[in-house]
């Protein structure tokens, strides 16, 4: 795994954007793995003002992202959909048809994911992928298990922990989503190119954990360690502990 360790959040957030407009300017139609979460967003913003500023093209672009909460309706503004809108899609120029987020309304979880799987390898795999990292290791929903990591997208529920921490964003403990559909490890590991970014003291554990020499479905993201192309894009403060 190659590491870049930046003063903060913005400089972490100007290179992975930096990352992801060199794909896009490579190949006109690529395929973007995308994330929700506090982490991408200044990519995201930084992405944005690439568009404006100069140009940068999303026209032919695709994109698959990685989890959506379920059961949740795409106009809750609490969805990944309603995420990804608010944060990226509306405001460059990407056809919304070619954006893809787990349908949190779908009727037949089970066959929705096996569908999702094939729709990424229609697409050609994804050429970037971006992720967070959980304060327990998690990427995408894939929640640290000692017994084992389902691999492919999958309907899971949520650890006790997880609803807790998404309370706040939701009126009421009642109303957190119990399960998500997710992306698994092999579904991850399809994207030719990763970029895993972390900022802030409190990913200092996760980040250690990573990066500790250990492979382990204990830290789902330790993994990604064995992928041929990751970068950890992270601030002084999330590497301090390494
Ligand atoms: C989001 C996702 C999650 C987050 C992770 C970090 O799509 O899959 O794994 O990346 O929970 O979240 P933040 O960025 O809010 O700290």
């Known amino acids: 795994m190659k590491v870049i360790v930046t003063k903060n959040y913005e400089e972490m957030s100007a290179l992975a954007a930096k990352e992801f407009a060199a794909v896009i300017q490579n190949k006109a139609d690529c395929v973007l793995g995308l994330a929700t979460g506090d982490t991408p967003i200044g990519m995201y913003r930084e992405l944005v003002a690439m568009h404006e500023k100069n140009g940068l093209d999303f026209s032919k672009v695709s994109s698959v992202n990685l989890d959506e909460y379920y059961p949740i309706t795409p106009d809750n503004d609490q969805s990944y959909r309603y995420f990804m809108n608010y944060h990226l899609f509306d405001h460059v120029n990407i056809d ?9 309304t779908a009727v037949d979880p089970d066959t929705f994911c096996r569908d999702y799987e094939a729709k990424i390898d229609a697409l050609g795999g994804i050429d970037i992928q971006v992720l967070g990292i959980g304060r327990n290791g998690h990427i995408g929903f894939n929640e640290p298990d000692a017994n084992g990591l ?66 382990t479905t204990t830290c789902p993201a330790s993994l990604l360690c064995i992928h041929p192309d990751v970068t950890l894009i992270c601030d002084e403060a999330a590497y301090s502990k390494v």
Request: net charge positive; aromatic share 4%; glycine share 6%.
């Open 150 to 215: 389902i691999p492919d997208t999958h309907l899971t529920d949520l650890t006790a922990n997880t609803i807790e921490a998404n309370s706040r964003f939701f009126s009421s403990m009642d109303e957190v989503p119990k399960q998500a559909l997710t992306m698994g490890i092999h579904s991850v590991f399809k994207a030719r190119k990763i970029v895993i970014l972390a900022s802030g003291e409190g990913k200092a554990d996760a980040v250690r954990a990573m990066l500790a020499g250990k492979i």
């Open 96 to 104: 919304k048809a070619n954006t893809n987020v787990p349908d949190g």
